[in-house]
């Protein structure tokens, strides 16, 4: 009768000091995010939390998002250590692909400026995780309809006019 105690603290505390290893991160992916943003803010972007969560692998998260015609986005994935590989698509209302990161790369990011004035259909794949994995989505709004284009670093590196996707270009860093 006293071995069944005995062995339920051994587990309980066998578990307790390993299940950190085990357990996603949302902080440490957000975190991740927020780290990638730094060079986009210094570009002119303002950054606001889209969503985050967790994801298996083979995993589509697909969230919609409002977009205005003549302004610069950029989106940003940031992960956890568990992600191994993490896809990025945005596609119109249409259903249109407007631009996508598919790059076997842990982190995703892309950047465009749209054409019209609608919804955006986002959609993170988590193409290879261990177990379970965290994601965070920043996505970055520059200028907009009669807004001049000013970058502080002086190139146009990112913005593509018109929303076209054939020249819409991963972001460096993510």
């Not at 105690?5 to 992916?29: D, E, K, M, V, Y």
């Amino acid at each position: 009768m006293i071995r069944m105690p005995r062995t339920l603290l051994s587990a309980g505390l066998l578990l307790a000091f390993t299940a950190p290893g085990w357990a996603q991160s949302p902080a440490a992916a957000e975190d991740d995010a927020y780290r990638m943003a730094i060079r986009q803010v210094q570009r002119g972007y303002t950054m606001y939390p889209a969503t985050s969560g967790v994801a298996q692998s083979t995993e589509r998260i697909r969230f919609l998002l409002p977009i205005e015609k003549g302004t610069d986005y950029v989106f940003l994935v940031g992960v956890d250590q568990f992600v191994r590989d993490l896809d990025l698509y945005v596609f119109d209302e249409d259903g249109a692909q407007i631009l996508v990161d598919r790059r076997s790369d842990r982190r995703a990011g892309t950047r465009f400026r749209a054409s019209y004035t609608g919804t955006a259909e986002v959609y993170v794949h988590m193409v290879r995780a261990n177990g379970i994995a965290s994601w965070a989505v920043l996505v970055g709004t520059r200028g907009g309809a009669g807004t001049p284009r000013i970058n502080p670093q002086g190139d146009d590196k990112g913005s593509t006019p018109g929303g076209d996707p054939t020249a819409a270009e991963p972001v460096e860093g993510a």
